[in-house]
């Protein structure tokens, strides 16, 4: 009988785990699902690093895009870095609206892990959790092409 509740109790926690490792939070303190916010529908994610030049640059021109987040859901998933280390950068290069109430906070690069990201900038282009397209550059006509707005 011990066994059993162990193995009961041990397969609760790996379930417990698991459910709330899908869960994300924005910069803002906003909770993110994977499964119902990510994962469902026509998405657009952006991961970065305020360290990566590239990424760094990327932001600044997607700032200046009024249609960033026309086409699709998007979330701009940060990873690694502390809210501090995002605020400043964000704070820096004058980043607005949509962009700025969509950054995930991805600590332990859980998020990006889901989609075996190896560099940053990495765009990912998704419809219901399937990936149709990857980039290192943000490209408008490429998200019209894909999500056909």
């Known amino acids: 009988m011990k066994k059993i509740i162990l193995l009961f109790v041990f397969l609760l926690s790996i379930t417990v785990t698991s459910v709330l490792a899908e869960a994300f939070y924005t910069l803002n303190g906003t909770r993110v699902s994977y499964e119902l916010d990510i994962v469902s529908g026509d998405t657009m994610l952006f991961i970065w690093t ?27 998933v940060n990873v690694g870095e502390t809210e501090s280390a995002v605020k400043n950068i964000i704070k820096s290069l004058k980043i607005k609206e949509p962009i700025v109430n969509n950054i995930i906070m991805d600590k332990s690069a859980n998020l990006a892990g889901k989609f075996s990201i190896v560099g ?17 550059h943000f490209d408008e006509n490429t998200v019209k092409r894909i999500f056909k707005k």
């Not at 940053?120 to 290192?136: A, E, H, M, N, Q």
């Open 50 to 76: 305020s360290r990566c030049p590239y990424c760094v640059g990327e932001l600044r021109e997607m700032n200046k895009n009024e249609n960033i987040c026309k086409y699709s859901k998007c979330f701009f």
């Open 120 to 136: 940053v900038p990495t765009f990912i282009l998704l419809r219901d959790g399937k990936v149709l397209d990857r980039s290192y």
